[in-house]
């Protein structure tokens, strides 16, 4: 039986960041990954117009009438159906408690991420404004310049200096070796540029290296728990039960495969599958006098932070407002005036809550129950509703349209909550699970609260992180 | 591998129209490219009229839409054209008309040289076809920084 140094379920941010990192700090190490789905590169994606041959619908139970859950399961996970807004957390996001007296305080700080924040960014070739540092403070510039903004994101770059900013994002504004530059088509899950950031052309030294074995179509079902230590995973490939062992397991699977997992497994602690989220969001369409829209450089060009932090947070969730460079809802049809709209989605804070949960079916497949938003998330929406017309004010509106709720972000997070204390949280600042040694949980399952940012960018530099204090410290 | 518009299209129409109306979803074999031609040619008056559109260029833009699976186009020619059928459509909750028709129009003025020309003076319009590859005409007013 072959022994691995590391044993890691799941090949999506959490997991291929954290190998990345391990192997940087043990290179001679020998790796396993045990994915559920298959390889499927770019070119398979866009020949068959989807990430994944897995049907996710499938990939767990739920109500029909309970809002849907998106992931990918495949070789490289979300890195495949992200759409590249690659934000960080603001500095107040992980002091919830402490400076607002809500949900909870993260076990680390912005600062504790900040380097790591860094890295990340630099592999996935981050285009943003350092302008944005005005909000989260940065120690190195990022790799790419921003994309040319639309019309209204100047207006309001210049009108709102400290809240409105050019949008951070992997798609790329400017060509490399690795990467094509971003076309603006609209179709970043399955981009025809191949200018987005993805496993399969921004980690190819990790895919590619000779140290890890790849178990792919292999569905884990148990960790393998011997005396309080993680030793390997069980799982079912091809209808036949195999097992895997290792010094140190990674769990990555996501914030609804992850719990479940750890639930088959009997490692039930209080908070394991409560609280799962996501953001609360909605479309708006702003139809504007004189202005023209779309000209900018990708398919989302601005973000707008005035409705993201403050006192409010105390009684309400934290909006971010995205500016869309793109036709959802299509040109206006009046003569000379087809430019003169512009969507918006509002991303509103969710409170993760102990109703929202991942549970078991009698068969052992994961259970979702979510019933509903937070009320903290719905008033963080109505205020954001009532509150736009602030950020639109520099701009010529005519109207704003609201388009209604978004069934999901495909964010799914806070179900494996890190944290300090064992009877509200699943693992520490480094994602070790609280009562199993040699058991690390990476993705954003582990995320203690639900911001508006998009959550990828945190995912992948948490589990950096994690990689840099572990692998030189066996967990 | 060739990424096609036609390609993209019927997956955007796929994801889009996921919740359609299932009880319409038999109408669909009524479908035939006259009705929906008479379909698009109205819209197209109706929200660009300072172009003319010839008709075998709406023929070939009704078809690329239907060869791309638009099934709101199919469930909306049935509507249109009245019948038990579009009662029970109209009964559904579809798209709102205004948005499926911008949507149309939106899609046919960026697959052609509509923007290209000075639309004070010119009324002929080409139509590229939904075959390009995306890169080159999904958003037309998109600036690059190299």
């Known amino acids: ?475 | 591998m060739k990424v096609t518009r036609r390609k993209l299209f019927a997956a955007a129409a796929g994801v889009g129209v996921t919740g359609a109306a299932a009880a319409g979803m038999g109408a669909h074999t009524l479908m035939t490219i006259g009705p929906a031609r008479s379909y698009i040619a109205d819209i197209l008056r109706r929200r660009v009229p300072q172009v003319d559109v010839p008709a075998d260029t709406i023929a070939a833009f009704a078809q690329d839409l239907l060869d791309a699976g638009d099934i709101t186009l199919r469930e909306r020619v049935v509507s249109y054209g009245g019948g038990a059928a579009a009662s029970v459509l109209r009964a559904a909750n579809l798209q709102p008309i205004e948005t499926y028709e911008r949507r149309i129009v939106t899609t046919f003025l960026i697959n052609s040289d509509f923007f290209d020309k000075d639309r004070e003076s010119e009324r002929s319009v080409e139509y590229f076809g939904l075959s390009d590859t995306v890169c080159s005409f999904a958003n037309p007013f998109a600036q690059f920084l190299s």
Request: aromatic share 8%; glycine share 8%; charged share 25%.
């Open chain 1, 1 to 475: 039986m072959e022994m691995f140094d590391l044993v890691v379920v799941g090949s999506g941010f959490g997991s291929l960041f954290f190998v990345q990192r391990f192997l940087e700090k043990q290179p001679k190490a020998r790796i396993a990954i045990v994915e559920w789905g298959r390889l499927n590169d770019a070119a398979w994606q866009l020949e068959n117009m989807r990430n994944s041959n897995i049907d996710t619908s499938l990939a767990h139970k739920q109500k029909s009438s309970e809002k849907p859950w998106v992931y990918t399961i495949g070789v490289g996970g979300g890195t495949n159906c992200w759409w590249g807004q690659a934000l960080r957390l603001l500095p107040s996001d992980f002091e919830m408690r402490s400076k607002y007296g809500v949900l909870q305080d993260w076990p680390l700080s912005y600062n504790d991420l900040e380097s790591y924040y860094c890295d990340v960014e630099e592999t996935m070739l981050i285009a943003g404004s350092e302008s944005i540092a005005k909000i989260c403070p940065r120690s190195r510039p990022f790799p790419q310049p921003p994309h040319h903004m639309s019309e209204p994101d100047r207006i309001l770059v210049e009108a709102q200096p400290d809240y409105h900013f050019p949008v951070t994002t992997a798609r790329a504004s400017i060509a490399s070796d690795a990467r094509g530059r971003c076309c603006s088509s609209a179709r970043c899950n399955l981009c025809p540029a191949d200018a987005k950031f993805t496993a399969f052309n921004g980690m190819r030294e990790v895919m590619g290296s000779p140290q890890i074995e790849w178990i792919t179509e292999a569905k884990v079902t148990h960790i393998i728990v011997e005396a309080g230590r993680a030793k390997g995973v069980l799982f079912q490939k091809k209808g036949e039960d195999l097992e895997v062992y290792g010094d140190l397991v990674v769990l990555g699977a996501n914030a609804i495969q992850s719990p479940a997992i750890l639930l088959t497994s009997g490692l039930d602690t209080p908070a394991t599958g409560k609280g799962l989220c996501e953001q609360y969001a909605c479309d708006l369409e702003v139809h504007l006098d004189g202005v023209q829209n779309f000209g900018g450089g990708s398919v989302s060009t601005g973000l707008n932070y005035l409705l993201y932090d403050g006192e409010h947070r105390s009684e309400a969730g934290a909006a971010l407002v995205n500016f869309d460079n793109h036709f959802r809802f299509g040109l206006r049809t009046e003569q000379g005036r087809w430019r003169e709209t512009m969507p918006l989605i509002i991303n509103v804070e969710d409170a993760p809550e102990d109703r929202n949960r991942v549970e078991l079916t009698s068969k052992g497949e994961a259970f979702v129950r979510h019933p509903d938003v937070s009320e903290y998330a719905k008033k963080g929406m109505d205020r954001a509703l009532k509150k736009i017309d602030e950020i639109l004010a520099p701009l010529p509106v005519e109207e704003v349209k609201f388009r209604g709720f978004r069934p999901t972000e495909a964010h799914l997070q806070c179900s494996l909550r890190m944290g300090k204390d064992p009877e509200t949280s699943v693992v520490d600042h480094l994602g070790r699970h609280h009562k199993v040694k040699d058991l690390v949980v990476v993705g954003s399952a582990v995320f203690a609260t639900c911001p508006p940012a998009n959550p990828s960018l945190t995912v992948a530099a948490l589990a950096r992180r994690s990689a840099d204090f572990i692998a030189g410290s066996k967990g």
